[in-house]
Nanobody, 123 residues
Framework: QVQLVESGGGLVQAGGSLRLSCAASGRTFSTYTMGWFRQAPGKEREFVSALRWSTSNTYYADSVKGRFTISRDNAKNTVYLQMNSLKPEDTAVYYC????????????????WGQGTQVTVSS
């Protein structure tokens, strides 16, 4: 059973930084793509970033490109999302997700989800 546990959310001022972590267990993730999504109140869940575990190929939404960085630590089976230059519009619940296969930005393509972690950016 795949388990994804996010941590690292919180309250930060605009321009600040946070690092989210997603601890993954229950599988060997070498054939998986790990994704980060976010959902603000009243809005649809949107793609943020994804990483192909075996190749470390990455993909970013235009809204976060140049500010966010996705990475992984094989030894810890953990995926990170480093978020810099945060803006109030980044405020959302952030979710970690996993799918077997290639990079994908559609949330419907992901099979496993964490519980989410709240990120709030004040102006």
């Amino acid at each position: 059973q795949v388990q994804l546990v996010e941590s690292g959310g919180g309250l930060v001022q605009a321009g600040g930084s946070l690092r989210l972590s997603c601890a993954a267990s229950g599988r060997t993730f070498s054939t998986y793509t790990m994704g980060w999504f976010r959902q603000a109140p009243g809005k649809e869940r949107e793609f943020v970033s994804a990483l192909r575990w075996s190749t470390s190929n990455t993909y970013y939404a235009d809204s976060v490109k140049g500010r966010f960085t996705i990475s992984r630590d094989n030894a810890k089976n953990t995926v990170y999302l480093q978020m810099n230059s945060l803006k109030p519009e980044d405020t959302a619940v952030y979710y970690c997700a996993a799918r077997r296969g290639y990079l994908e930005q559609l949330y419907q393509a992901y099979d496993y989800w964490g519980q989410g972690t709240q990120v709030t950016v004040s102006s």
